[in-house]
């Protein structure tokens, strides 16, 4: 693969990262009640999952997808109840105090940070159809296996970082002091935009 092929990939995928969707309205509420850290773990998971569903699209998933259109509709389907689930939490505990939105649940640890964003990120089966479709474009079919891995990699990157940068940037506190003025109704904002995401994935 050449370095140019590498880069072109890199750059399609960091736009793609970038552009707004369910990560980005997790990411953000996320990193605004609940601080830097935790809205990190959280980008580690989303980096975490956008290099399972590449690896998958490398192992011909989304070829399995077209001779499969039912697995696709399933995975779909769940995903969507997942992300429709976590809009109804966040509505529910919409009028609940920043520092603990559930007084009943402990703070969120860093693990279970990453395995929200991990779990958020596989709900939308639809970048492994990206991914294919990027891949068979792009990527020769003599490709080595240092060349995939080293692809796998700057794709955890890529989406790592950009969220790093988002929670870095929604955990100012000037940002969780705007957040804690407005918590319910950003909350329930965030909490339809994540729905709303859910019913796409679902009948998209």
């Not at 402990?106 to 159809?129: C, D, H, Q, S």
């Amino acid at each position: 693969m050449s370095l140019a092929t590498f880069l072109s990939i890199a750059a399609i995928h960091l736009l793609a990262a970038i552009s707004p969707g369910p990560s980005f309205v997790l990411s953000a509420r996320i990193s605004a009640s609940e601080g830097f850290r935790t809205g990190a773990a959280l980008a580690f998971g989303f980096g975490i999952g956008a290099a399972i569903w590449a690896a998958a699209a490398l192992l011909g998933l989304a070829v399995l997808f077209e001779v499969l259109p039912q697995l696709f509709l399933v995975l779909k389907l769940a995903g969507a109840a997942f992300l429709i689930w976590i809009a109804i939490s966040m509505w529910r505990h919409a009028d609940a105090p920043i520092d603990r939105p559930d007084p009943d649940a402990p703070p969120r640890g860093i693990a279970a940070a990453v395995r929200l964003g991990l779990a958020t990120f596989l709900a939308n089966p639809k970048p492994a159809v990206f991914f294919g479709a990027v891949f068979v474009g792009l990527v020769p079919a003599d490709a080595g296996p240092l060349a995939l891995c080293a692809l796998l990699a700057v794709i955890f990157v890529n989406e790592t970082l950009w969220y790093v940068l988002v929670a870095r940037l929604l955990s100012t506190g000037r940002a969780r002091a705007a957040y804690t003025r407005a918590k319910a109704t950003i909350d329930r904002l965030f909490g339809g935009l994540i729905a709303m995401f859910g019913l796409r994935i679902a009948i998209g």
